[in-house]
């Protein structure tokens, strides 16, 4: 600027001492305290506000000055090209989701279909084999009525088909579907976390999983017998904390563990001795081994679930306004199950038990 215009601003600006105060900006921090005049330039070298007078100083005669309402046009243009481009960003994500949403089911459908062609393979073959069977039985009694040289002639060939009629046995098949990593499903629950602790006042008792799936057995701790507290086996936790409102999120170890239950469940359940799994406030998942064989089931009603057994940690998540609880394949960031549309007008307190390995 040229010393004219300088000299000009100047007497706008400060005309007298006096008037300082009606002149003195919202801010104090704008303000010279060398020169008391407003600071109107800024030092891209410093990044800081200058005066006239201070710019022109030794200490900033050798740097790049702009007025401050050009540097802030330029950055309050940048923030908004920043908020333009972030914003683009969004509708991208939500469509990748929706891709891989429609790919998800679209694969699940392809599956589905997969597993429907081999049960209906294996009811031919049963039908088949019925049919088989029925001749071979009537065969069998027609021989029986044979004479005894006679039924040692034609015993050979009916051993010969039974052996045939192997082939058309069904192969057992497990109707297990692929799980699907859901992106960004544990960025977002993890924004929910809460860390679960366990309530050792609630009775010591040890859980038998009935054969029949319809209730856990519990039988009280001898009292004599000091309790090992590092070991859970066959011993069922519960949180110490009950939720009555909002989201929470947590994460439940279950390790290689054959028979395991873990979810949440009416504070009053807690009391019973014959917890039924078919009582309408609890929801729990539970993985049962049978020879080797993996099931997964939910509650209640009991409900299978076809999908391969998760190991490790599983997530479980609460939200107790919409009535949603979700349990997660953490490894595999998959969702294991959901309990939809609920109606939650009661504390829930976490319940967890973990069989033998």
């Known amino acids: 600027m040229d010393f004219k215009s300088t000299i000009f601003a100047k007497e706008h600006v400060l005309p007298t001492r006096g008037s300082v105060v009606c002149q003195l900006p919202s801010s104090a921090k704008q303000m010279c305290r060398i020169h008391q005049v407003i600071k109107l330039y800024f030092c891209q070298t410093d990044k800081s506000l200058l005066c006239l007078f201070c710019s022109h100083s030794p200490e900033h005669a050798t740097h790049e000055h702009y007025p401050v309402k050009q540097v802030a046009e330029h950055?309050?243009?940048?923030?908004?090209?920043?908020?333009?481009?972030?914003?683009?960003?969004?509708?991208?994500?939500?469509?990748?989701?929706q891709e891989e949403k429609q790919k998800h089911l679209e694969m699940l459908?392809?599956?589905?279909?997969?597993?429907?062609?081999?049960l209906r393979r294996n009811v031919a073959r049963m039908v088949h084999m019925g049919k088989l069977l029925r001749r071979i039985y009537e065969e069998l009694k027609e021989l029986c009525l044979k004479a005894d040289v006679d039924m040692l002639q034609d015993v050979g060939d009916t051993m010969k088909r039974s052996q045939l009629m192997q082939l058309y046995i069904p192969q057992p098949m497990d109707p297990q579907l692929s799980t699907w990593a859901i992106t960004g499903m544990l960025e977002r629950l993890n924004s929910f976390r809460v860390y679960v602790t366990l309530d050792h006042k609630i009775r010591n008792c040890h859980v038998a999983l009935t054969e029949d799936l319809r209730r856990l057995q519990c039988s009280p701790d001898h009292q004599d017998v000091p309790r090992n507290p590092a070991s859970s086996e066959n011993t069922p936790s519960w949180g110490a904390q009950t939720f009555t409102t909002g989201k929470h999120y947590w994460e439940v170890n279950v390790g290689n563990s054959r028979t395991w239950i873990i979810g949440l469940c009416n504070e009053s359940w807690t009391s019973r001795n014959d917890m039924l799994l078919n009582s309408e406030d609890i929801f729990l998942l539970l993985c049962v081994s049978v020879e080797d064989h993996f099931s997964l089931f939910s509650t209640c009603p009991l409900l299978p679930h076809y999908i391969q057994r998760p190991q490790g940690w599983i997530g479980v998540f609460l939200d107790y306004e919409c009535g949603i609880i979700s349990f997660i394949n953490v490894a595999r960031r998959s969702l294991i199950c959901n309990f939809l549309s609920r109606s939650f007008s009661f504390p829930l307190r976490p319940f967890i038990w973990c069989g033998p390995k």
Not at 84 to 94: F, Q
Not at 109 to 118: C, L
Request: glycine share 10%; charged share 20%.
């Open 75 to 97: 950055y309050r243009g940048f923030v908004n090209l920043r908020m333009v481009m972030i914003g683009a960003e969004y509708p991208k994500v939500y469509q990748y989701l």
């Open 109 to 118: 459908a392809i599956e589905g279909k997969i597993v429907f062609q081999r």
